[in-house]
């Protein structure tokens, strides 16, 4: 592959959630919507990327051209859950609602973006797509199945931070943020279990649970439990870790 003719900033695709808008009238459906928050485009922009908003499809020669025209990719957070068929379980009362499109079209986009050892930053619910894609799996519901876990479910927080987390020795994400510990904002009720293939834990909460991951056998592949893209405007080290992801996007475009 060469490098696209007149390109030196990294275009970085951004998962996008959906939605419908309000029915015109009594008994008429809503049109169709993809919803992404400002703040993840945002964070991109501060940090030199030009951020794209992919349509969500199953059509797998569409995601195949999305990855290799893209320098990385976000996969971001959501307000629904992966269906444990994806990790051999079944579902428990207190699974969410699951969202099958989405999670068909971002596990196939992270299958191929690992192929193609693509830059992957995941937020949230796409740091545990990133650990099923890699056949790891997930608590369903970290209250139901953690007797002693702390609340992980502090929304009221979520631009501020909620809990302090430790960063490991040695991982890529300590190099990024150059810190041992770092308050995160925390909204999710699941977390990884299991650990996906070649994935390694980079942070935990103070009740064990595993905040971060990162992959051992690709560049740049950075799954955050947490928000770091609210966060930006107030911690140096949330906003490194957008730069060292456009960072690696940039060397990734170095070498075509």
């Excluded at 008429?28 to 349509?55: C, E, F, T, W």
């Excluded at 797998?60 to 025209?69: N, S």
């Excluded at 545990?128 to 890699?134: C, D, E, G, T, Y």
């Excluded at 770092?182 to 103070?206: C, S, Y």
């Amino acid at each position: 592959m060469t490098k696209r003719p007149g390109t030196e900033t990294s275009l970085i695709g951004i998962t996008p959630d959906s939605g419908t808008t309000p029915p015109a009238r009594s008994g008429s459906k809503g049109d169709p919507l993809i919803v992404l928050q400002k703040r993840y485009p945002q964070a991109i922009l501060d940090a030199g990327g030009i951020p794209l908003v992919l349509p969500i499809t199953s059509s797998r020669t569409a995601i195949r051209q999305f990855v290799m025209r893209l320098d990385g990719i976000v996969v971001s957070g959501g307000d629904f859950d992966i269906d444990p068929k994806r990790y051999g379980e079944e579902p428990i009362e207190a699974l969410g609602q699951v969202n099958e499109e989405r999670t068909d079209f971002e596990l196939e986009l992270i299958s191929l973006a690992l192929e193609r050892n693509l830059p992957l930053l995941g937020v949230c619910g796409g740091a545990q797509a990133i650990n099923v894609a890699l056949g790891g799996s997930l608590y369903q519901d970290i209250a139901t199945q953690i007797s002693d876990a702390g609340e992980h479910q502090q929304g009221a927080l979520k631009d501020r931070g909620g809990h302090q987390i430790k960063i490991h020795n040695g991982t890529k994400l300590q190099q990024i943020v150059g810190r041992e510990t770092l308050e995160v904002n925390t909204t999710h009720h699941q977390a990884v279990k299991r650990l996906g293939r070649g994935l390694i834990v980079n942070a935990t909460a103070e009740d064990g649970i595993i905040e971060g991951i990162e992959s051992k056998d690709h560049s740049f592949v950075l799954g955050l439990q947490w928000h770091p893209e609210f966060l930006t405007e107030r911690a140096s080290a949330q906003r490194q870790i957008f730069s060292s992801f456009i960072e690696a996007t940039i060397t990734l475009l170095s070498s075509y």
